[in-house]
Antibody
């Protein structure tokens, strides 16, 4: 069964850091581009970042560029998102999603709350 | 990069059809075939219902259809059912960014 399972969310103070993980199973992880998409409470979807299958290309949304870093370990079937200099507006449910020309598979999300 | 423009809400009675528009610019909706639509029920992860403008994943009813005209993509739900009440998001890939629409709440009256 194809599955994505996010972890690593929690409460962090403004200016702090957090690393999210997304464990993939049921498919050949190294064949697919992977993305992070977030959703603030009561708000819409916002694309955060993408990484190519071989990790040679990374893309970022304007609101996180320079603060977040996406990476992957194909030997561990795991996607990561390192989040630094966190702000209140980064509070959201963070989904990882498998991308072909669209988001085929989504995880259930991990909640990040930035608050003092 | 601005978000794609969707109406905040649309509504219809069971059995009717509703259409949701998604307006971008020539560098996103107007310039790429990678337009997709997602349905999201409360407390659930989004689910793709249309990809590559007009294609339907297996398991998605043919009541859902997509189209594109210039810089505006559209999702039509025909024969509206109570279970179609949800939020719907359009999405477009620009080559360097992924853009989502602000979301449309579909209410079944």
């Amino acid at each position: 069964d194809v599955q994505l399972l996010e972890s690593g969310g929690g409460l962090v103070q403004p200016g702090g850091s957090l690393r999210l993980s997304c464990a993939a199973s049921g498919f050949t992880f190294s064949n697919y581009a992977m993305n992070w998409v977030r959703q603030a409470p009561g708000r819409g979807l916002e694309w955060v970042s993408a990484v190519s299958p071989g990790a040679d290309t990374t893309l970022y949304g304007d609101s996180v560029k320079g603060r977040f870093a996406i990476s992957r370990d194909n030997s561990k079937n795991t996607l990561y998102l390192q989040m630094n200099s966190l702000r209140a507006e980064d509070t959201a449910l963070y989904y990882c999603a498998r991308w072909t020309s669209y988001y085929e598979v989504w995880g259930r999300g991990t909640l990040v709350t930035v608050s003092s | 990069q601005s978000a794609l423009t969707q109406p905040r809400s649309v509504s219809g009675s069971p059995g009717q059809s509703v259409t949701i528009s998604c307006t971008g610019v020539s560098s996103d909706v107007g310039g790429h075939k990678y337009v997709s639509w997602y349905q999201q029920h409360p407390g659930k992860a989004p689910k793709v219902i249309i990809y590559d403008v007009t294609k339907r994943p297996s398991g998605v009813p043919d009541r859902f259809s997509g189209s594109n005209s210039g810089i505006t993509a559209s999702l039509t739900i025909s024969g509206l059912l109570a279970e179609d009440e949800a939020d719907y998001y359009c999405c477009s890939f620009t080559g360097s960014h992924v853009l989502f629409g602000g979301g449309t709440k579909v209410t079944v009256l």
